[in-house]
């Protein structure tokens, strides 16, 4: 059966945009250019989901949501709502969820990843529900790249390598390819294709500490998200990379436990100009758990002492 989703903002060339990406998707799509026309529309329609605009005149997206939280039909008062806003600063997502909104995505975003991100609310609205998720079944220190990053093998070989040091069962799952195994011991590594495949491994060796090592967008790793006891964002100097790490973490909070941490770890070439690390958290709505630097993708000695202490506070935290 095809799903249905109401859209709500009052730009029309934003709902022109997104019904055609999501219509694209063979999903049924309904489009409400006010608060309080989102409201009669999602009463009429009762969708699978709504993303909602936050910043319209009138009603505003918050108070759409609590009111159709509210509604006395428990078929609109329990759908699947997701703000879909350019705010991107945490008092603003706390709010939304505050009004007890299912998820949050920042906008613009790429239509595949939009796409994604839908298709997972939509499967998974238990998850999204405001609920808190399941304890993770692993203790998974998950590794990604928000853009391209010469230097996170060498920040993945030396979370691995001293995980196994404290814990001689501990692996580490590589779904990049660019890990050392030499360089890696005395951690077993697992070369796995795909992100598929990387959650088929990490759910094998569920009772083992790992390190995993990944690419993708916040919708492709939402399997492995529930693993995790850390998720580590590696951005490099580029504001692109920056913009792509907030991006990343505002649709990965929702299908993190409350108690997993989030660090963010800037690495950049010695030769690269570097933006300020205040410049950065505002930029990331996130603070900066380290900043290193690199050369040809090796971790600079003077910066390896800050990666170890760093990596210690990860492990420990994980």
């Known amino acids: 059966m095809t799903k249905k989703i109401l859209v709500v903002d009052d730009h029309p060339e934003t709902l022109r945009l997104i019904s055609f990406i ?9 489009t409400a250019r006010s608060g309080l026309a989102g409201i009669e529309a999602a009463r009429e329609v ?17 108070e759409v949501c609590k009111q159709l939280r509210e509604d006395s039909n428990p078929d609109v008062a329990n759908m699947t709502i997701v703000m879909f806003s350019a705010r991107s600063m945490m008092t603003d997502r706390d709010e939304a969820f505050a009004a007890e909104a299912d998820g949050y995505i920042v906008k613009p975003t790429r239509p595949k990843e939009l796409v994604g991100l839908v298709k997972n609310y939509i499967d998974n609205p238990r998850q999204q529900s405001g609920e808190t998720a399941d304890a ?17 093998a060498a920040i993945v070989t030396r979370l691995a390598k001293l995980m196994a040091e404290q814990d001689k069962t501990a692996i580490c799952v590589d779904a990049i390819g660019d890990i050392d195994p030499k360089l890696l011991q005395p951690a077993p590594l697992f070369n796995v294709p795909n992100l598929d495949e990387a959650h088929r491994c990490v759910e094998e060796h569920a009772n ?69 690390a205040e410049s950065v958290n505002l930029l990331l709505g996130h603070q900066l758990a380290a900043a290193i630097t690199h050369e040809q993708g090796l971790i600079n000695l003077s910066s390896q002492q800050a990666v170890t202490a760093w990596a210690n506070d990860v492990l420990g935290n994980a």
């Open 136 to 152: 993770p079944t692993s203790h998974a220190v998950i590794v990604c790249r928000a853009g391209e990053n010469r230097g996170v």
């Open 22 to 30: 999501l219509e694209r998707a063979d999903y049924q799509v309904t």
């Open 208 to 276: 083992k500490k790992m390190v995993v090592n990944v690419d993708g967008t916040a919708a492709q790793l939402v399997p492995l998200l529930s693993h995790a006891s850390a998720l580590v964002v590696c951005i490099s100097e580029h504001v692109e990379s920056i913009s792509a790490a907030k991006t990343m973490i505002t649709a990965a909070k929702p299908h993190l436990n409350t108690d997993v941490s989030i660090e963010v770890v800037q690495i950049s070439s010695t030769d690269a100009h570097t933006i300020p």
């Open 46 to 62: 009762v969708p699978d989901l709504v993303l909602l605009d936050i910043m319209m005149p009138g009603m505003d997206g918050v």
